[in-house]
């Protein structure tokens, strides 16, 4: 193997981009293992720290966890929340497939005007009120569909989506049809694996807008704790400071005392689902995007 000897200006550049590099990956990651260590500190000595933590407070322990652990009220949640996130991206990616499917048929009159129609709603929104009279009249206010269903097909994923199934080679859907495919033979036979990485995105877009949705849970869902996603626990933990029902103890100094803890716990608890899975779509992250993004 040939060696090509690096100029000087070369060598500086690798060594001052190596630096940055590093210094970004320390700021990602210092925030993360601040709040993994806290979840494992002393209640006390958490309390009285100021400053970043490193390492557990005192001896590590699992209290924090094993008080979430007696809470039905958050697992109720969490359950809420993986129904809403399976659901609501299934619903939603097979309007969007379905939907890119039809908007890149070329022998499909109408796929210019519903393009522009679609990119109009991008531009503008309805807002909060008109929606929220639409959710009502549906009869979907105060029931899951309400957190399923609004809002199910994003325009932008819709057009990647779109031009992806552009650049499958048009010879491919004529073998099909001689074969006496139908269109939803082509779609789930043809496009759909030769655009896995780019419905991989999509897919992993779909789930985590689900999984950190709060707002329009907290207006549809508002006084039915029951269908309460994980998302709002963590909102009445956080800002509210609500932490009286997942302490079993009567003594307000306890309460207290586990208060901090309990944040840092329940910062964990909610997001290590989506730290567990995206390390197996991020391999499809960057193809996706760029094959659905530019037209060639």
Known sequence: MEYIKKSPSRVIFEIINTIFLVLVTICFLLPMWHVICCSFSDPQKLNINFGAVLWPLGTPTLSGYEMLGNNTALWKAYGNTLLYVAAGTSFSMILTTIGGYCLSRKCFGLRKALTLFLSFTMLFDGGLIPTYMVV?????????????????????????????????????????RIDGA???QILWRIFLPLTKATTAVIALFYAVAKWNSWFHPSIYLSGKRDLYPLQLILKEVLINSSITDMVSSSDDFMVSQAKILIKYVVIVVATLPILCIYPFVQKYFTKGVMIGAVKG
């Not at 979907?140 to 957190?147: D, E, S």
């Open 182 to 184: 139908n269109d939803f």
């Open 136 to 176: 009502k009249a549906l009869g979907f206010v105060q029931t899951r569909w309400a957190v399923i269903i609004p809002g199910g097909v994003s325009v932008m994923n819709l057009i990647i989506m779109r031009t992806s199934f552009e650049q499958v080679p048009s010879a491919l859907e004529e073998a099909a």
